[in-house]
């Protein structure tokens, strides 16, 4: 299995930028597509962004132009660069691993979350 610790978060206005980090530990990781996603009080969880293990990537409509995630593999990290904030970006962000094992078996593994907040 897969350990996966956000960092990065924090209170930003609107218009600023942060970069959120996930570090991996396991060795699945150069198998699993890895995504961010985002979690506000009372609403779903959605998918922000995610890169597959070839480094294709796909974005929230909301955040496309904004937002880009990259992955280093040789480190075991995946980040998120998220520029031109908004209010509406506030929430929880969760670092994602999902894939299927070399046994074939699905897996779906979330970090702890990391709070982003920001102001108008």
């Known amino acids: 299995q897969v350990q996966l610790v956000e960092s990065g978060g924090g209170l930003v206005q609107a218009g600023g930028s942060l970069r959120l980090s996930c570090a991996a530990s396991?060795?699945?990781?150069?198998?699993?597509?890895m995504g961010w996603y985002r979690q506000a009080p009372g609403k779903q969880r959605d998918l922000v962004a995610a890169?597959?293990?070839?480094?294709?990537?796909n974005y929230a409509d909301s955040v496309k132009g904004r937002f880009t995630i990259s992955r280093d593999n040789a480190k075991n990290t995946v980040d998120l660069q998220m520029n031109s904030l908004k209010p509406e970006d506030t929430a929880v962000y969760y670092c994602?691993?999902?894939?299927?094992?070399?046994?074939?078996?699905?897996?779906?593994?979330w970090g702890q979350g990391t709070q982003v907040i920001v102001s108008s």
């Open positions: 994602n691993a999902k894939g299927i094992s070399l046994t074939l078996d699905k897996y779906d593994f």
């Open positions: 890169i597959t293990t070839g480094g294709s990537t």
């Open positions: 396991g060795s699945i990781f150069r198998r699993s597509t």
